[in-house]
């Protein structure tokens, strides 16, 4: 991979990755002074010393902020504008005010919302006269084919799509509902209203200030997390609702 890269002699490469470990960050370091690039930009640990990147920001900023604004700061003097929700283009997409947009899955258990959940969301948004459509990658396909048997007329999408046709599709919904992972942060990007499902991960990486974006979560004392294995049967996922992430919905759509 690097050698493949080395041969583009690209003029600027970023690394967005925020490292936490130091064995890690190393690694990334050499990868991206062996690319051949021209400008080097990324975030280093609090420890560095100046003058290892050509444009750098240490750790020590993230504390409390959400990570978009910490990609703002570090691509501003690139002249790079992303605003305050990202920036994914998806020209020509229309809106359909009757399409509704669903992400079943998550990469680790801690952030996935019961399926029986979004079994149930379906049925009433159809029940609403909204049309379903299931998006998520092929490790992720026993959701979509379940969601889709249990509602006839759903569109089963996940797995079929690269990010950009994912993108293009979650432009074109009404609303999309989906659980702490990537769809959503797209979804958000492309300007879609959106609601997120969220566990106990901190929410420097979920609340955008936005007006059209809403995360749903189940306050408990021990959060924040990133444990698969809990103690209380994953009740920041298992406690929220069907009924809160609907009437929600509902008020999106109306």
Not at 213 to 237: E, G, I, S
Request: proline letters at 8%; one cysteine or more.
């Amino acid at each position: 991979v690097l050698a493949h890269h080395r041969h583009r002699h690209y003029d600027l490469l970023v690394n967005l990755h925020i490292p936490k470990l130091l064995d890690w960050w190393f690694f990334e370091l050499m990868l991206m002074r062996r690319s051949g690039a021209g400008y080097l930009a990324g975030f280093v640990p609090e420890a560095a010393g100046p003058g290892l990147l050509d444009l750098q920001m240490a750790t020590a900023t993230v504390v409390g902020r959400h990570y978009l604004s910490l990609y703002r700061d570090l691509l501003a003097p690139l002249g790079v504008p992303i605003g305050d929700r990202g920036y994914f283009p998806c020209p020509g997409t229309v809106r359909d005010p009757r399409l509704v947009a669903v992400h079943p899955g998550a990469s680790v258990p801690f952030k996935r919302w019961p399926i029986e959940n979004f079994i149930e969301l379906g049925r009433r948004l159809q029940q609403g006269g909204y049309r379903v459509a299931i998006v998520g990658d092929r490790r992720e396909s026993s959701l979509g084919q379940r969601m889709a048997c249990a509602l006839p007329g759903a569109i089963d999408e996940v797995g079929t799509l690269d990010l950009k046709e994912t993108a293009e599709l979650l432009a074109s919904a009404a609303l999309f509902i989906g659980n702490d992972s990537a769809p959503f942060h797209v979804a958000v990007a492309v300007g879609t209203p959106s609601i997120g499902i969220f566990g106990a991960g901190p929410p420097m990486y979920s609340d955008y200030p936005l007006a059209d974006v809403d995360v749903l979560r189940v306050p408990l004392a021990c959060a924040p997390c990133f444990r698969n294995a809990c103690a209380y049967q994953m009740q920041c996922m298992t406690l929220l609702p069907v009924d809160a992430v609907w009437e929600r919905a509902r008020a999106v759509l109306q």
